[in-house]
Each structure stands twice: as structure tokens, then as C-alpha cells.
């Protein structure tokens, strides 16, 4: 562990909080690991395939070899304090990506060096896009056979367009990989068999020509996108290494440039220079603009100040045996053990029982935290995964994390009836840990259903179920979320809605046009009433009832999505006339326009893509074409065939156990959701 012998006057510049991010199987757990190893925090190495590691502490983490929960750690590094999420890699917990990514000021990007950019490294590239997330990236696996720095290197600048600033050159290739020529101070890094910190030296004799013309080619990047940088190198033909560091550090800042390092995790090859990355290019709590909230309807800014009024966000809960455990950013602010704060989104007060520093499942216990801070806190009841926790007399609202619409549902039953009680308060428990995890009960069945991200997504929640309360629970065949859309509309459909029923009676006359959005938007409402035949306030009620028709299509009682709606004409009576009655006359108007126009259902599809032996593709194919898949693309890569094909989420049900038996156990394949799209068998028009 290092120290820093100038330490900042303000302790938030010492503070780093960011998430490791990658494909499943890209090392993001292990890089996780040797970064606990080598700051000192842990004194043995965590492997994956043994189920030692400190973050996949879950008992399924460790028999699938997954990360499935995102977990939070500490550490420090040249004086430095590191608050470090490693997150999952599969696409079924994206939404576990996507809360912690509300609350971290940066990341890293672990790549797979012969594999390069897989499907999930885009889709969790793109969520820290939406959020402005700044990173490094980091080229793991470079002792893998088949692995090439360059090449992944082109597959991040073609398929993520960021910059690549590429700051590292390795020392051998493949097994013989021992080291990193640093491009910045042009040293060379070398670990020795064995060793677990690296040996600084002068670059090799056999690279020095190559890391020569690297270097220039990493000072023309720069100079590029930097114009500091521009005018030093227009006046001297180089950069200094102070100015190439405030360059990098201010193009990661900016998200204009991704500074790029690489190395072997699995070997404790590369950590170090990642975590000088880590601190000298990514930002602090101070670096990052102020949070953003809500107060009396007014945008308020808090900013990173541990004097200011206390503010924070509740990004992820745990019910575990010892208590109920909400994770906190804290924005701004200060609070302490026994602080009364205020829940924003309940509108309730909650006492702290207890402030702890995460460790993954370990905690050590604090008495207070500051802005800056991600911190574990006891003794909340109310608090669930996107409240605003703040203080008393200064209440705000934070922006809460996304929660993506689920996509699969199964139906879930308790085994013996004597069980049945018992199952709703543990259905209720998943679903306050995991916002992305919906339980409803169907009205027409009366079934239990419960609907996710995927099917490993409610197979992990069920087995959760039976492991943490001991409920055998029956399952049913997972179902897909349907959805039906307009494909060919109608106009001027006229509706009119009277009730007279004794007292005041209820009048409302619309007519509307309803036609497909070429847009994702969902769905769009205007008014084109002319001459004020349909008064301002009614026309919002007819939008408020439109919208309640969306909830159940004609085709088959599903969400209706992609259409345009345009009130045209109407008319009011003196005294029948009200809100209700036209929003009455919105929801059964556009039901019965749906009804007219010729409608599509749509399915959810994903891109999935299949890794197996070449000699068996052939096979693969067919089995895709006969589940409706469209192949997109087939490369070799390494003496494997990788496949890329549109799939039917319904049709990927079991895949998983027919690949393997096709392969004989040497196939993988990962999906993604890519939307919706028509089904192949449309219901006639009613």
C-alpha cells in the first residue's frame, strides 16, 4: 500500500468511486480481487473457480461462477481511498449496473483480449454514456492464447467511437507476457514469475523503436482532441510527461478520450499502473458537477461539501440475518449515528441505528460519513432502492435510477398449501432488494406471477426464495411480455360518451385519429381542435384516458405501444360535460378505435451470440433458423466460430442445455434485449 507524502488539503480530492464494468468473463471479478490484493486490503489471492473471492460472496455466485449482485468494497492506494463496485456481466442483472452507475463518478472497462468488445461490454458502455460516467479501460487476458492488444484496441474505437488513448505497450505475447513499456514515462514494468509488484527498468533494446513511434502516435492523439496540448506539441513536435498526464486526465474527465492500460488479472500482472490510473485520471467527488434534485418543484443543486445540508441516495437494499441494510451515496453533507433524516420519497422521518464501511458481506462499523462517501446504514424501514435520504430542514429529491420494464414472467406457487402465507412476504422482500423484479397477481388466473429480466434472472430469484426461507416453490413455464402495436390506423373515428343515470349525467364527444409512431417513443398525443370545441382542461382528460387504454390491446390484453393519437374535433354539453366524463370517453374511444385499426403483436427479441468449435457451426446454424433466429454476422476468431443472430426471447427458453449437448459442452452463448419486433402470426383485424 502506498502513501502520499503531499496529501490534499481537501479530503473529497482524495476520493475515488467508481465500478469495475465488462462482459461476463472478462476478469471483472478477478480484477476486483487483485486490486483488494495488491492495495493490501485482503492477504490472499480470491479465485473465481474456487469460490474464494471477497465480492461473489453469494452462495450462487460461487456455484455459477457469476457475479450476480453488485457489491461494494474499499481500499486505499497512494493515499487514496477507493470505493470500488464490482458489478455483474450478465445481461439479466443490468439493472444492478444500472444503480450503481447512478452513483459512481467513474469506472473501468475490462476487455477481453482476444475476445475484444462482446455484446454486454456495449450495452454496459452505452448505460455509462447515459450517465456521463467517465473511464479507463483495461485489455485483460493478455496471456491468453490468441490475445492482441491492437485488436481490441480497433474493436473499442469501432464499436463504443470513444478515442482510445493507448498508454501502455506490452512485453511479450501470449504465455510470454511479463510486462508494460509505461508510454508516459517511457519505463518499462516487469513482473517476474511469481512476483507480486513489478520491477521498474529502462525499455527493453528489441522495443525501444516501437515504443518510440507509439509514443508519438499517443502524442498526436492528444493533440488532437487537447488544446493545451495542441499548442505544446505546435511549438516543441513533443508533450511533456506532466503535460500528457493533465491531457489524459482531462479528455477522461470530459469523456472526450479512454485512456487505455492492459495486462493479465488472473496473473496479478498490470493492477498497479491501473490503480495510478485510477488516481490520477479519474475524477474525485469535487471533479464531478454538484447532484442535481427537486425542491418545491424547483431544480436545486447540492454540492460536494461536508458543511452543506446532507443529501444522499439510497441505491441499493439487503435484507440479511443481521438487519436490513440500505446502501447510500452520500451527495452532501454530513450524518452520524443516531441522525434523524428525512425519506423524500416516503415523506417520513428515519433514525440511523448504525453507519458501516462495506467490505462485500463484511462491515466495519463508523461514526459518521461525509460527502463523498458509499456507506451501508442500519435501522431504516421505509427506505428502498432510488429514495432521497436528506436532511429535515432541507428536504430534496434525487433523480432515482431507471427500472427496466421486465420481460419475462413465470407463475410461482408455494409447494403445500401450509406454505402459502409464508410466500408473499418473501416474494415482497425480492422485490424491495430488486426493483427489477415485479410481483402481481393475475386477475384472470389468480396465479402468483412473477416477471424479470430474464430467465436466469427468476431462476436466481426463486433459488434465492428456497435458500433464505427454506419455501419449496412450484414454477411455471416462463411467459414473455408481449406487446401489440398499430399497423395501420384509422381517422376521424368518432366516439360519444352519455350517461344519464338520475342527478348530474355525464357528456363527452371526441373524435380521433389514430396512426403508427415511426419512432420508440411509445406513445405521442396531440390536439388539432380548432376553434375550442373541446375546452384546454378536457382535452388533458382525454390524453389522461387515452393512456388507460394503452394498458390492455384488443389482440390479446397486452400493453399497446407505438401509436400516435390526435384529437381532431369534440363536443361539450353546458352541464354534463366534466373531467370524467371525457376522460371516460378518451379510455373507451381509443379502445374501440384500436378495434378498427388493423393491429400487430410484438415480441421481444435479442441479439444473441454463440461461441463454439468451428466444426460444429453448421449444426448451430440450423438450430438458430429453427427458432426463427436471423444470423447477422459469423466470424472466426481464435479457432472458434462466433455467431450473431436476432432471436425471439421466446424461442431462447432451454437454449442453454441444447447448446451444450450440441457441443458437447464446449458452446457459450450471450444475449441482449435489442426491443421488440412484429410476431410472425398477426391476429385478424376486429
Known sequence: ????????????????????????????????????????????????????????????????????????????????????????????????????????????????????????????????????????AFVNKLDRAGADLDTAVESIRGRLHPAPLVVQLPIGAEDGFRGVVDLVRMRALVWADGADTAVEQAVPEELRDEATRRRRLLEEAVAELHAGALEEFCARSTLSPSTLRLALRELTRSGDGVVVLCGSAYRNRGIEPLLDAVVAYLPSPLDVPAVRGLRDGAHEERPADPQAPFAALAFKVSATPTGRFTYLRVYSGTIEKGDTVFDASAR?????????????????????????????????????????????????????????????????????????????????RLAEEDPSLVVRTDAETGQTVLSGMGELHLEVAVEKIRRDTGLEVNVGRPRVSYRETVGRGVSGFVFRHVRQDGGAGQFAHVVLDVEPLDTESGFEFRSAVVGGSVPQEYVRAVEAGCRDALAEGPLGGHPVTGLRVTLTDGATHVKDSSDTAFRTAGRLGLRDALRACAMLLLEPVVEVTVTVPEEVVGGVLGDLASRRGRVSGSVTRAGAAVVTATVPLAELFGYATRLRSRTQGRGTFTARPTGYAPAPVTTPTR
Open 1 to 136: 500500500m502506498r502513501t502520499n507524502p503531499n496529501p490534499s488539503p481537501n479530503p473529497l480530492a482524495v476520493v475515488r468511486n467508481l465500478g469495475i464494468l465488462a462482459h461476463v468473463d472478462a476478469g471483472k471479478t478477478t480484477v476486483t480481487e487483485r486490486i483488494l490484493y495488491s492495495t493490501g486490503t485482503t492477504h490472499k489471492r480470491g479465485e473465481v473457480h474456487d469460490g474464494t473471492t471477497v465480492t461473489d460472496f453469494d452462495p450462487q455466485e460461487r456455484d455459477r461462477g457469476i457475479t450476480i449482485f453488485a457489491a461494494a468494497v474499499s481500499c486505499s492506494w497512494d493515499g487514496h481511498r477507493i470505493n470500488l463496485i464490482d458489478t455483474p456481466g450478465h445481461v439479466d442483472f443490468a439493472d444492478e449496473v444500472e444503480r450503481a452507475l447512478r452513483v459512481l463518478d467513474g469506472a473501468v472497462a475490462v476487455f477481453d483480449a482476444v475476445a475484444g468488445v462482446e455484446p454486454q461490454s456495449e450495452s454496459v458502455w452505452r448505460q455509462a454514456d447515459r450517465h456521463g460516467v467517465p473511464r479507463i
Open 348 to 428: 417520513r422521518t428515519e433514525r440511523i441505528g448504525r453507519i458501516l464501511r462495506v467490505q462485500a458481506d463484511r462491515h466495519a462499523q463508523v461514526d459518521r460519513a461525509v460527502a463523498g462517501d458509499i456507506v451501508a446504514v442500519v435501522g431504516l424501514k421505509s427506505a428502498r432502492a432510488g429514495s432521497t435520504l436528506c436532511a429535515p430542514a432541507a428536504p430534496v429529491v434525487l433523480e432515482p435510477p431507471d427500472v427496466a420494464d421486465p420481460v419475462v414472467s413465470v407463475a410461482v406457487e408455494a409447494r403445500t398449501s401450509t406454505e402459502t402465507d409464508r410466500l408473499a412476504p418473501a416474494l415482497a
